[in-house]
């Protein structure tokens, strides 16, 4: 469509003019149920940023803010050279390491789950397997970490004493309390809680394709396995690229509640991460100043992690996510 | 039409509503817990007058000040305070029941005050001041057993200065017993006065805090309860054996304050640098050879299939359960007229045998491993409950809060002594006398006048354990009773007692350093080092025998790194400087 002709389109386009009286007059119930959400984000997304000033003063709960002392960068420094520093780097290092390893086999699951449920054909075997897989979203996860014990201890655990009562292990396997055993029963769970609802957005990008291109292609005799490379991955990838940049921003990021769920004091070299040492050593410990500057340190990294993820994204030649 | 009429309303309804949720969610303002139906509520408007009557001038609406309880007025403007309460995760709402009403009708309204209690839990305490504290909204009093703790409110700005001699006025009976017990040298940080400090009758010697085994087991096999370390290892060996316990050691997670007492593992007699720099309960001393030590024993344990190898998954709970089950050897608790874990021991294990170890006096012992050991244990403080007075408070919280203490150590309901009735409860409902007339409880842990943990959460504030006068009297009265063995555990308590006044006399028995300094080291490292040490404790414990010694110092070293090096420097110029308090 050339220059001229789209500007013959816009043209076309009805011109509507209202005014923001009237607007409200005709909608004023919409607004008004906008502000909920409205008051909600102003108050927690945005209400606490002043406190933010804390990374630049030594906070004390008694002196406020306004008794309290400015320090400068100190706080920052302090996080890679102060005497938790070897804790931070360790935690830093852990968050990355497992983030990245979360992506590498949490990203991919959904994917390819919602490429299998679509490919299903009896729906009630369809909705009761998406039930039963969505399912694992709803427990928390002091549920979860509650089942792993039972399921995973060492010697007293389910699959540990099924296994050795049948003879297939003599001793219990460490699950949870070695840390390599506990790294790929952590990153396993994860994908096990999060894959089932993954799926749901793939599964609405599916839907948005176009069943004519199923149908030519069938007509020209291309497989199963054909129509889900050449349509329906094609078809879901600016879903694929949207989320992977999203998840991008959560390379920092971390989950206290799993960290805790599934913590044990044998395992702390690979547990111990970020949302550790903020609880732990920031909150706990009462280092409020230092806690708060790591957070903005992974808030502002997993923001640089966005942006140069939706430039590269774009850069490839797909929409991107800003 | 009346369709489009009945939306908007909904609308306008659901979108005021949720709006005031939410923004109610971030008021500052709080009201009180439940009432009871003698408690007034505090409005708003009491909560400005009090702030009025707190920095009026001249004390118009002061009218306690008069010299003890005889000479105290109701206040002329209803009173707030505020007093915290440990919550120890029981049935009882410790902020709302019977005994919190009681205190208000006999004590609150014939004074014009509003006592407030506020729950604490009891395994989070830093926290949970912390956050009153972030929401400006200290409880009148703050209460802790540990210097450290109120050091570090101290230090942080959370009380205010103590006028000793406000105290004395108000509250004559408490000063009084406070200079009887030589407390008074306890009051100060930092020259200046901060603390009161409760009675800690017995305080070297922790004959309240028993070991029950099996007796019954130890019968069967033919043993002794254990008093060295082989015969512990052989009795262990004998347990496993035998069948009847595959942990004999037990096991549950190393963790939290006061963790791995060393107390048996220091040399005798100690070292007077070395006890003020290392030797607190409160942060384990992971670089001292003593724990090094104890954590060796443990190990030994561990690889010889003793302790627990689930140890990191199983919480104290767990180990209650064992001991109910019939599955362990030991459980160690506060003696108390009824101890819920034994009533569930009983009821699984009819026919089992309870004693309580006895200490025969100071044994020193070396193992075949070359480790020294003595039988030394952690004496209490001098005192019992700190009370520090919140940096928030007005005058007239404090007079009352004052006038609560007195009231709970020499106050008289219907002519009974208020502690009396907050200790044992109602005749015929929750205590009996006994032949000999002292006062045995029967039920006070069920229905209308239900103690948690026997009210000891209220009257710590006066005293930290029951006392008639005379150890007899005061085993008789504390004592686990209604048991199938608690005929035999009379003259075992009273053994132990005897024992542990021996090793009191021997001088091995040394109470915690006490600083007049605050420490920023320890406040700025003692959380980080807690979780170090659990995690280097487990990793020990699981380590083979081999690679034990080249572990212990790696982590050692990180220890020491991680800010326990500087708490060393820190109480050794303490130490040095004349700021601490010396050895016995």
């Known amino acids: ?322 | 039409m009346k369709k489009n009429m009945l939306k908007r309303s909904l609308a306008l309804a659901m979108s005021s509503a949720m709006v005031m949720g939410a923004l109610a969610g971030c008021s500052g303002s709080t009201q009180p817990t439940t009432e009871g139906g003698t408690q007034s509520s505090q409005t708003s408007d009491d909560k400005t007058q009090n702030t009025s009557s707190g920095t009026s001038e001249g004390g118009e609406s002061t009218s306690a000040e008069g010299a003890g309880i005889d000479g105290w007025q109701p206040f002329a403007d209803n009173v707030k305070l505020q007093i915290p309460v440990y919550d120890r995760g029981g049935e009882v709402d410790v902020t709302n029941n019977y005994w919190t009403q009681w205190v208000q009708t006999n004590f609150g309204d014939k004074y014009n005050i509003t006592v407030e209690f506020v729950a604490i839990p009891r395994g989070d305490v830093l926290n949970a001041y912390a956050n009153l504290a972030n929401a400006q909204d200290l409880p009148t009093i703050l209460m802790e057993y540990d210097f450290p703790k109120q050091a570090q409110w101290a230090d942080d700005g959370y009380l205010q200065e103590l006028d000793l001699e406000k105290l004395k006025t108000i509250a004559p009976n408490y000063y009084a017993m406070m200079e009887e017990q030589g407390n008074l040298d306890y009051t100060d940080l930092n020259d200046t006065t901060y603390f009161a400090l409760a009675e800690r009758p017995y305080s070297q010697n922790t004959y309240n805090y028993v070991t029950f085994y099996r007796q019954d087991w130890l019968d069967q096999l033919g043993l002794e309860y254990p008093t060295t370390w082989e015969d512990t290892l052989k009795v262990y060996a004998a347990i496993k054996e035998a069948g009847l316990a595959e942990y004999p050691a037990g096991g549950t997670k190393i963790s939290g304050a006061g963790v791995d007492q060393n107390y048996g593992y220091r040399s005798n007699p100690q070292d007077e640098y070395e006890w003020a720099t290392t030797g607190d309960y409160a942060i384990p001393a992971l670089s001292t050879e003593a724990q090094k030590n104890l954590l060796k024993r443990r190990n030994e344990l561990y690889n010889l299939g003793y302790f627990n190898p689930d140890f990191t998954q199983r919480e104290a709970a767990d180990g209650e359960a064992d001991f109910i089950a019939g599955n362990a050897f030991t459980y160690t608790a506060y003696i108390a007229p009824s101890i819920s874990v034994l009533d569930s021991f009983y009821e699984t294990n009819p026919d089992a045998h309870l004693s309580i170890a006895v200490c025969p006096g100071l044994i020193e012992d070396t193992g075949s491993d070359g480790i020294s050991t003595t039988n030394a244990y952690r004496p209490n403080n001098n005192f019992g409950m700190m009370i520090g007075f919140s940096a928030l408070a007005s005058d007239d919280e404090i007079t009352a809060a004052m006038m609560y203490m007195e009231w709970m150590l020499a106050g008289e309901v219907d002519g009974t002594s208020a502690l009396f009735t907050m200790q044992y409860g109602i005749e015929g409902e929750t205590f009996e006398y006994d032949e000999n007339g002292y006062p045995v409880i029967t039920n006070n842990t069920e229905g209308e006048y239900a103690m948690a943990n026997n009210n000891k959460d209220y009257w710590c504030v006066a005293v930290e354990s029951k006392t008639l006068g005379t150890i007899e009297d005061d085993i008789k009265l504390n004592m686990p009773v209604n048991y199938p063995d608690s005929d035999e555990w009379y003259q075992q308590i009273l053994d132990n007692y005897k024992g542990m006044e021996s090793m009191v006399d021997s001088g091995v028995i040394q109470p915690d350093c006490n600083f007049a300094v605050t420490l920023t080291s320890v406040t700025d490292n003692q959380e980080a080092l807690l979780g170090l040490y659990e995690e280097f404790a487990s990793k020990l414990t699981v380590a083979s025998e081999d690679e034990f010694d080249t572990l212990y110092e790696q982590f050692k070293q990180e220890y020491l790194d991680a800010g326990y090096q500087a708490i060393i420097d820190e109480r050794g110029q303490a130490y040095n400087d004349g700021m601490t308090s010396k050895m016995k």
Do not use: C
């Not at chain 1, 906008?34 to 909600?40: E, N, V």
């Not at chain 1, 420094?77 to 590498?104: E, H, Y």
């Not at chain 1, 070299?269 to 903005?296: C, E, K, P, R, W």
């Open chain 1, 1 to 322: 469509m050339g220059k001229g002709s789209k500007e013959a389109v816009a043209k076309a386009k009805p011109q509507v003019k209202t005014s923001w009286k009237k607007a409200f007059k005709r909608d004023w119930q919409l607004y008004l149920l906008l502000i909920f959400p409205l008051a909600m984000v102003f108050i927690f997304n945005y209400a606490a940023y002043p406190g933010l000033r804390m990374v630049f003063m030594n906070y004390k709960v008694m002196k406020g803010y306004s008794g309290s002392q400015w320090v400068g960068m100190k706080n920052f420094v302090d996080l890679f050279t102060g005497p938790s520093s070897a804790r931070f780097l360790m935690a830093l290092k852990n968050s990355i390491v497992f983030n990245l390893l979360d992506l590498a086999l949490g990203f991919p699951m959904p994917i390819i789950l919602a490429v299998m449920l679509n490919e299903l054909r009896f729906p009630k075997y369809k909705k009761v397997t998406q039930t039963i897989l969505y399912l694992p979203h709803f427990l928390s996860w002091a549920v979860i970490g509650s089942i792993a014990l039972t399921m995973f201890r060492t010697n007293t655990g389910l699959i540990n004493m099924t296994f050795t009562s049948f003879g297939w292990i003599e001793q219990g396997i460490p699950f949870l309390t070695e840390k390599f055993h506990w790294a790929a029963t952590y990153l396993l769970i994860g994908v096990w809680q999060g894959m089932g609802w993954g799926s749901i957005l793939y599964l609405a990008a599916i839907t948005g394709i176009s069943g004519d291109l199923y149908e030519a292609a069938m007509i020209d005799g291309a497989s199963r396995w054909q129509r889900i490379w050449h349509i329906t991955l094609p078809g879901i990838r600016p879903t694929i690229v949207t989320l992977l940049i999203m998840n991008l921003g959560r390379l920092m990021g971390s989950n206290l509640e799993r960290l805790v769920a599934l913590d044990n004091a044998l395992v702390r070299d690979f547990q111990y991460q970020l949302a550790v040492y903020i609880y732990d050593y920031g909150f706990s410990g009462q280092h409020y100043s230092i806690g708060t500057a790591a957070n903005l340190f992974q808030s502002l990294v997993g923001l640089a992690m966005v942006l140069i993820a939706d430039r590269v994204a774009k850069a490839l030649g797909e929409t991107g996510l800003l």
